[in-house]
């Protein structure tokens, strides 16, 4: 009897040391979270692009923007927005026309150059304080209120910052150059 009541308690340490083996081999598939992303992607539109990005303007800006009420607090909000904005030249404007020789040189009128894009940079900018909203809803209405704010604003300050100048300039340094060394002849860059 005793040889086999040690038997069953050899039989039941054995075991449980076996499970607690088991336990920890596999505790790590048991409790790893999985994520799974299905992506079906449908090409809606595709344009042809002729717009040659000629400068392009890194910025910060620190936003602040108060709702000032009666009776109740003041709502505030502390936003540091960047990022940048593209000046451009659209070539697929240029037309036959617009490329006129006279003599020994030719003169090649450009079109306007333009905003090509002004975007918000989500990574590095940061909403940092937000008061006199009691509301999670209210708070939300702020940061995707001041997120526009701040988009305008980039493009504000790159027209007030003289993109559409440093455009031109830029245009003329890199078209210049380019053309008289492939027609060989003296090259003038008008903008229409």
Known sequence: ???????????????????????????HEFFVTRTELNDD?????ITDMGKLELVKYSMKDVLEKKEIRTFLPDQRILFVA???ATGCIDLTKVKKDDIVSTGDSTTVF????????????HDRSRVY?????WFP???????????????????ENALNMEILKKTEEN????????LENISGRKIGIKFR
Do not use: N, Q
């Not at 069953?8 to 505790?27: A, T």
């Not at 992607?41 to 539109?45: F, L, P, R, S």
């Not at 304080?129 to 909203?133: L, P």
């Not at 245009?171 to 380019?178: G, N, R, S, T």
């Open 1 to 27: 009897m005793r040889v086999k009541s040690s038997l069953i308690i050899v039989l039941s340490v054995v075991s449980l040391l076996f499970l607690v083996f088991i336990f920890f081999y596999f505790k």
């Open 41 to 45: 992607i449908m090409v809606e539109k």
């Open 82 to 84: 960047a990022g940048e």
């Open 110 to 121: 450009l079109p306007k150059p333009e905003i090509c894009y002004v975007k918000l940079d």
């Open 129 to 133: 304080d937000v008061s006199g909203a």
């Open 137 to 155: 809803s209210d708070t939300k209405e702020m940061v995707e209120d001041i997120y526009k704010v701040a988009e305008k604003k980039l493009l």
């Open 171 to 178: 245009a003329v340094l890199i078209f210049k150059p380019m």
